[in-house]
């Protein structure tokens, strides 16, 4: 009588790792015995490395013999029984290879697909450990397991093996980070369940266990999210663990958290993890999402990990405290509405602005937050702070009181700040689709907009009372402001016979659309802002429209270069005249049916795109109508006016820049947008939808304006001043009228690098007034040197209307930055460093704009402006501060690596120089 031996059930992974351990000896086929249970369930044909492996019980030697006889050459029959060698004899072992029952043990597969040559008790000395290693061996990829380093098989290298495998685990980066990340990832969830499918819980679970065991301090309250199959809330739980175990709060917010975490406890298991555990998944899972919020990437799983956090504040009861969140978009919105308050509260005093400190602190709390920068409400905010601080601000004195003296210096304000609040309220006006965030921003555009009418008024009025003109210009600073009839001969041309020129008309381009396009072009396209030849400040030029402000008028004028009306064969006969007769230059104009008509594959026309090249070719201009059509049946304030919204402008800039052109960027007027907040007045015989004759007296929101530069029958009309009045139908903006709006008209010169600056021209410093960037007083550039005597040649560049009479020569305050350069030990400072191009008083200014800025920090922009140069050559110029300043390598100036923004350490300052604070 035979006894069945002691066996275990036979799994297919086992049978084919001793079917590979038979091909690792050379076998190609044959017969393998196994002992094991002889169970019908384990018959089976297996396809294995392009060979069937029939696995086949075998109750009793009888039965062994039998399936001995349907082996098939070629393939693998592998026999499973419970019988002893003496009982199956001689005969039947002969068959098999190694001439015995071979007993299947796991580990022995498990180090054969490691390659190894042994392995960690670690592994072997669990309960579990033969189902762990017949997990293992199941669980072989197609490609096999990675070999074991130095032959011994650890836990860490075969459970990284299962994780990299099956759950797609990075184990280079396998700490809390790594395990946080893998977590959130989509593929995670299923990559698990897939793993449990197909090798069973055990491994699945050791294998997570593992993974916890890589996070560290934070191990405790992932595994038990891991054990109970929260794989997906383990982030979510970590970012409201992040809220309540912070210690910042008051004792109402301190004890919400409290009962918070104790309605947590249920999902922790038993032992509970400690607070510090907690805390610790809490800080991971924040730093975690502070940085995937930045990868476009991760978006989606970031997206899920926010949600999800939420709904667990929910279920928690804790939502009030997500306000404190710089990730939660709960907390994102607690901060507009803080933010929203306070905008209230800074405007709601009749005639001044207040609590602007107030709106700054609730400004920078919205920055902080990681999705204020992504955040649709961003744009409007971002412009209603603004706003807020330039209502802060009191409107320069014009100095003279007759509105006719004050006509430049209101043109200069228009463009140098009003301007830029156009484009706020712009922002700012389309608002939020939340009523209690709405009710802010319609109270602060509505200030901004008061203001702005009164500005207008007052420039119409200057308008109006200026003189008849007899030089080039208006009465302001030298070469800044022209009349635009004068711009082409007065300007463009000298500069073209320096350097070859693309002048670019951008039709109904007002000075607020040209501080987005100019932006755009000197960030994203990396030009280069210049001067006006001539000019005899740091600012941006403008010119004044003809009247009325319309394109038959204003553009005829400009291109031709005399006051006169005409359409574009007019513009095209006097624009040839005046270049080649007058300016002698070669020169051509294209109207936008020449811009337009471009062969398949061309962004720019090959007639427009070769004569840019040709660099023979002094002057070339171009008139673009994206922006005046936009007034008809578009959304000019909605617009975000880069230079690739403007139809052919990039690539015509790229043109440009590869030929080497300078390009001088304007307009022949600017417009004033729909806002739906007006109504139309009817007149007969109107001029445009904002210009009319001068047969009824003009009221409050409208001026008479007269001479020859009134370009209607008579030399007179009555022109609209408030935006809110029209005399045509409804469309979405206009122009005709005396606002600055419609009147001022930019004038910017780019040049494509310093290399290309062929004219010789003067790089422009930032031209973002301060409080467009910060809430801090503008920095003010260093004070420029008298201008000599202007030669004949040079006066063409110059306006001559108004000689301003000579002023009382005021002596520099006292300023810190003033003591620093008139002191002994900076003359000497002087000396040692040689000859350096930074001036004194570039010295003081950038010193005296430090000590007024918040914490004696400056952005960059605002740090060039102090210095007067451009943003390109604000590293050099810092060099050459330092030089002078750190003395001995004292960092008494610096510039962060990471920002660029500018610090001053003023007590060293005035210790190195021996002055008082």
């Not at 990868?295 to 949600?307: E, G, K, N, Q």
């Not at 201008?787 to 209307?801: E, I, M, N, W």
Request: charged share 20%.
């Amino acid at each position: 009588m035979t006894v069945a031996m002691a066996t275990t059930r036979v799994s297919a992974s086992m049978v084919l790792a001793i079917v590979d351990e038979a091909r690792g000896k050379n076998y190609r086929t044959g017969v393998i015995g196994i002992r094991g249970v002889p169970d019908r369930a384990i018959t089976a044909d297996l396809q294995h490395q392009g060979q069937t492996v029939r696995v086949r019980a075998a109750e009793s030697a009888l039965a062994a013999r039998e399936l001995l006889g349907d082996h098939r050459d070629g393939d693998w029959l592998v026999v499973v029984t419970d019988r002893d060698n003496d009982d199956l004899g001689a005969g039947i072992l002969a068959h098999f290879i190694w001439q015995r029952l071979r007993s299947p043990d796991p580990w022995e597969a498990v180090r054969a697909r490691f390659a190894a040559t042994g392995i960690d008790p670690a592994l072997t000395s669990r309960p579990d450990n033969r189902e762990l290693a017949t997990a293992l061996v199941a669980g072989t990829p197609q490609a096999g397991w990675p070999a074991a380093p130095a032959g011994v098989l650890t836990r860490t290298h075969a459970l990284g093996a299962v994780a990299a495998t099956h759950l797609g685990f990075d184990t280079d980066t396998a700490d809390v980070l790594g395990v946080l990340r893998w977590s959130i990832a989509a593929q995670s969830v299923a990559s698990l369940g897939a793993l449990r499918r197909s090798v069973g819980d055990l491994l699945a679970d050791t294998t997570l266990d593992w993974i916890a065991q890589r996070a560290g301090s934070a191990a405790g309250p992932i595994r038990a999210l891991l054990s109970r199959g929260e794989l997906a809330d383990v982030v979510p739980l970590g970012l409201v663990l992040r809220l309540l175990t912070a210690d910042r709060y008051d004792p109402p917010a301190a004890h919400q958290a409290q009962l918070a975490l104790v309605r947590l406890e249920p999902r922790w298991g038993d032992p509970s993890p400690s607070l510090a555990a907690l805390a610790a998944l809490g800080q991971a899972a924040d730093t975690l999402l502070s940085d995937l919020i930045h990868d476009r990437r991760a978006d989606d799983d970031v997206a899920r990990s926010l949600d999800r956090a939420e709904v667990i504040l929910a279920q928690i009861q804790a939502e009030p405290l997500a306000r404190y969140s710089e990730l939660l978009a709960g907390g994102l919105r607690a901060r507009f509405v803080a933010l929203a308050d306070t905008l209230r509260r800074a405007i709601a005093s009749a005639g001044h602005v207040d609590n602007t400190d107030t709106v700054e602190t609730a400004w920078a709390a919205v920055q902080t937050h990681r999705l204020g920068v992504t955040t649709p409400l961003r744009v409007p905010f971002e412009a209603a702070v603004r706003l807020v601080r330039w209502l802060a601000e009191a409107d320069p004195p014009l100095g003279a009181p007759p509105d006719a003296r004050a006509l430049g210096p209101l043109v200069r304000q228009y463009l140098d700040s009003a301007a830029w609040a156009d484009a706020a309220i712009n922002d700012a006006f389309g608002g939020v689709d939340d009523p209690s965030l709405s009710s802010a921003l319609h109270a602060v555009v509505t200030v901004a907009q008061k203001r702005r009418r009164a500005q207008e008024r007052r420039f119409a009025r200057a308008l109006a009372s200026a003189p008849i003109p007899t030089g080039r210009g208006v009465p302001t600073d030298p070469g800044t402001i022209w009349y635009l009839e004068q711009l082409l001969p007065g300007c463009v041309i000298p500069l073209a016979r320096k350097a070859p020129t693309l002048l670019l008309v951008l039709d109904g381009m007002s000075a607020a659309v040209a501080t987005e396009i100019l932006s755009d072009a000197t960030t994203r396209l990396g030009w280069l802002e210049a001067a006006l030849p001539g000019a005899g400040n740091r600012q941006r030029s403008a010119a004044l429209a003809a009247l009325p402000s319309v394109t038959e008028v204003s553009r005829a004028s400009l291109l031709t270069g005399r006051l006169t009306r005409g359409q574009q064969s007019e513009e095209q006969h006097g624009y040839a005249e005046i270049t080649a007769k007058g300016g002698k230059i070669t020169a051509r104009l294209f109207h936008k049916k020449a811009v337009d008509t471009t062969a398949a594959g061309w962004s720019v026309s090959p007639d427009v795109g070769g004569a840019i090249d040709d660099v023979e070719l002094s002057l070339v201009t171009v008139v673009l109508n994206t922006i005046d059509d936009a007034l008809d049946r578009s959304d000019p304030a909605g617009t975000v006016w880069t230079a690739d919204a403007v139809k052919h402008l990039e690539p015509l800039l790229a043109r440009a820049a590869a030929a080497g052109r300078t390009v001088v960027v304007t307009s022949d007027h600017g417009h004033i947008v729909e806002r739906r907040q007006g109504a139309q007045r009817s007149y007969p015989n109107i001029s445009s939808a904002r210009s009319r004759p001068a047969t009824a007296p003009a009221q409050d929101d409208e001026i008479e304006v007269s001479g020859p530069r009134v370009l209607t029958d008579g030399q007179r009309a009555v022109l609209a001043v408030d935006e809110t009045l029209r005399y045509g139908p409804l469309k979405a903006g206009y122009h005709g009228g005396a606002s600055a709006a419609e009147v001022v008209v930019p004038v910017a010169v780019l040049v494509p690098d310093e290399t290309s600056n062929r004219a010789g021209l003067d790089l422009l410093p930032p031209q973002e007034p301060a409080w467009w960037l910060t809430s801090a007083a503008a920095p003010q550039p260093p004070a420029q040197k008298a201008a000599t005597t202007k030669s004949r040649g040079d006066r063409q560049y110059s306006p001559t209307l108004f000689d301003l009479g000579p002023q009382a020569t005021e002596q520099p305050a006292v300023t810190l930055g003033r003591a620093i350069v008139t002191s002994s030990v900076y003359k000497v400072q002087r000396r040692i460093t040689g000859r350096l191009i930074v001036t004194d008083d570039q010295i003081a200014s950038i010193i005296d704009a430090l000590v007024g800025a918040a914490a004696n920090r400056l952005a960059p922009t605002l740090a060039a402006q102090a210095l007067g140069v451009a943003q390109t050559r604000l590293r050099g110029a810092l060099t050459q501060v330092q030089q002078l300043l750190n003395i001995e390598g004292y960092a008494v100036l610096a510039a962060e690596p990471a920002t660029g923004t500018v610090t001053l350490d003023v007590t060293l300052l005035t210790e190195q120089f021996e002055v008082p604070s």
